[in-house]
């Protein structure tokens, strides 16, 4: 799960960590108001979305209003504000649709020395989180990966012990901070990694964090995602959710208990399995095709999961055909046959749809679709199926 800037920022705060004033407004009055409120001489006004890049990003039909702006009086917070809330800013995250901005942050600014990257994720190798540092602050830190990947510095740490201060001496050693900032930085450091395990994240981002003329650490930006099977053990945190920020698809197909994430293909993938959907991906993008989507209805699925499976598939106006592919063993094919059936009752096929069977009862679950009056292209192994799909897929 993601949540906005403003809501990290709000988590960090909570948890004593150093981050700049300021008030989240709705409309221009509010971030007129809010300006106001902090007290200049200058503020940033910050779009809130789900997405990075947004200093380098730009409204939609607007490209001369940035996502991230500067501004010095309540009069230009209140026209920043007025251009951006209602309006589509694009990112390079968005794509060309961009995401609408139904909220702005505005900040009081600070007076910035360097600009440092931070961030924590999990290390599936090592099996404990890393907290990563970079004195490249501002940065995709992918593109610093790429270009420069000597300037980033790793230290993995005990989720239970937490990161130590040796390990904080280090990085701040390697990123060449000195005296009261190495305090400061200590804090901040292992502050924000005590949050990243009490909370269950998956991501903590910190991109700038800045060292202030005065020498404190501070952060400038604030991303954090968290792991959705922790989810039912910090119900508050279900709270920060924005269902608007989220694709529709996904989200009614996570109330459905499916595994769901669009993509920007044409050919609708149904499988059971999510080592199975990698595959079959693999295979249609192979022979030229475009997956539309993942999609695992799990190994249990029953009727109603499929049948609201093939509506969340063929809602998509880009789907030209749909594939289902399904092993059959915790599942059975018959099961899966049936609920392919009654999903055609149910919502009909508008697009060619092609089947593959394999496993548990796999004679019986062909036998009914071929005795069924439904128009079904019949595949015999993923190799097969993927080739079919496309074909129908390009014919459509």
Known sequence: ??????????????????????????????????????????????????????????????????????????????????NLLGNELVTIQTGPEGKKVQQVLVEAGCEIDRELYLGIVVDRGCGMPVLMVSSEGGMDIEEVAANTPEKIFKEPFCPDAGLQGYQVRKLCHRLGLTGATVRSAEKFMRGLCKLFVQLDASLAEINPLVV?????????????????????RHAPLAELRDLSEENPAEVRAGEAGLSFVQLEGNIGCLVNGAGLAMSTMDLIKLHGGEPANFLDVGGGAQVDAVTEAFRILLSDKNVKAVLVNIFGGIMRCTTIANA???????????VPLVVRLEGTEVEEGRKILEQSDV??????????????????????
């Open 375 to 396: 128009d079904i292209i019949s595949a015999e192994g993923l190799t097969d199926a993927a080739k079919k799909v496309v074909a129908a897929a390009g014919a459509a």
């Open 340 to 350: 392919v059936l009654e999903a055609y009752k149910q919502v009909g096929f508008n």
């Open 212 to 232: 202030t003329k005065s020498g404190d650490v501070i952060a400038l930006d604030a991303k954090i995602s968290f792991d959705d099977n922790a989810m039912f």
């Open 1 to 82: 799960m993601k949540i906005h800037e403003f809501q990290a920022k709000g988590l960090l705060r909570d948890a004593g960590i150093a981050v700049p004033d300021s008030v989240v407004a709705r409309s221009p009055e509010e971030a007129s108001a809010a300006f106001t409120k902090l007290g200049g001489p200058i503020a940033v006004v910050k779009a809130q979305i789900h997405a990075g890049g947004r200093g380098k990003g730009t409204i939609k039909g607007n490209p001369d209003q940035r996502g991230v702006q500067l501004v010095k009086t309540a009069d230009e917070a209140a026209a920043v504000a007025k």
